[in-house]
């Protein structure tokens, strides 16, 4: 079964500064996907960004960037120029790809990131 | 536009209580799920729908019961819950199994 760790239950970074944020994976499978999802204090899950597992070029959406390492399976989060409104619980998720399948996303535990100013 | 909207925000409710959480996106998204989420811990699966048709049910006890009238909406319907069942309620949408779920805001349900 496929599993997802977080390895730092907490982290903090300065306003206007560079945050890295730890996910490792283990899975048997060559095609997945991996996701990374905020969830601050208002509840709602907010899709960060998304990572297919066949492509070698490391997923960007504004400031917030991965590091993709497949042979390692380590998919870390970098948020840059950090505003207090990135303070959240931060998941990263696993997801197969089978053909037509139903693959359920796996969760890590979470990050909680406080953002001082 | 990536909206899942989920009523109503909060609800309480005692044990011997029958309510429903309504779940609708208009994305035309074909895959819909509810989970589960207690505090400080991620969310857990607890059925998914694809295509109108339940096609994951995680073991879920009985007193949960979701119902998916058509492509756009979900519901859960609540009856005889417990104390522990107190948590978050999410759904999520995607435009089927395959894909990126987008998750709506919760139903913070609280047990008496």
């Known amino acids: 079964a496929q599993t997802v760790t977080q390895s730092q239950p907490e982290m903090s970074v300065q306003e206007a500064e560079t945050v890295t944020l730890s996910c490792t994976y283990d899975?048997?499978?060559?095609?997945?996907?991996l996701f990374w999802y905020k969830q601050p204090p208002s509840r709602q899950m907010i899709l960060v960004i998304r990572?297919?597992?066949?492509?070698?070029q490391n997923a960007t959406e504004n400031r917030f960037s991965v590091n993709f390492q497949k042979a390692a399976k380590s998919f870390s989060l970098k948020i840059s120029d950090s505003q207090l409104g990135d303070a959240a619980m931060y998941f990263c998720?696993?997801?197969?790809?089978?053909?037509?399948?139903?693959?359920?996303?796996?969760f890590g535990k979470g990050t909680k990131l406080t953002v001082n100013p | 536009d990536t909206e899942v909207t989920q009523t109503p925000k909060h609800l309480v409710m005692g044990m011997t209580n029958k309510k429903s959480l309504k779940c609708e996106q208009h994305?035309?998204?074909?895959?819909m799920y509810w989970y589960k989420q207690k505090a400080k811990k991620p969310p857990e699966l607890m059925f998914v729908?694809?295509?109108?048709?339940?096609?994951i049910n995680e073991s879920v006890p009985s007193r949960f019961s979701p119902e998916c009238p058509n492509s756009s909406l979900l519901n859960l319907h609540l009856h005889a819950l417990q104390p522990e069942d107190s948590a978050l309620y999410l759904c999520?949408?995607?435009?089927?199994?395959?894909?990126?779920?987008?998750f709506g805001p919760g139903t913070r349900l609280t047990v008496l």
């Open positions: 994305m035309g998204h074909r895959a």
């Open positions: 998720a696993y997801r197969g790809s089978t053909q037509g399948g139903s693959e359920k996303l796996v």
């Open positions: 990572q297919e597992a066949y492509k070698q």
């Open positions: 729908y694809s295509y109108e048709k339940l096609s």
């Open positions: 999520a949408s995607s435009q089927d199994e395959r894909y990126t779920q987008y």
């Open positions: 899975t048997s499978e060559s095609d997945y996907y």
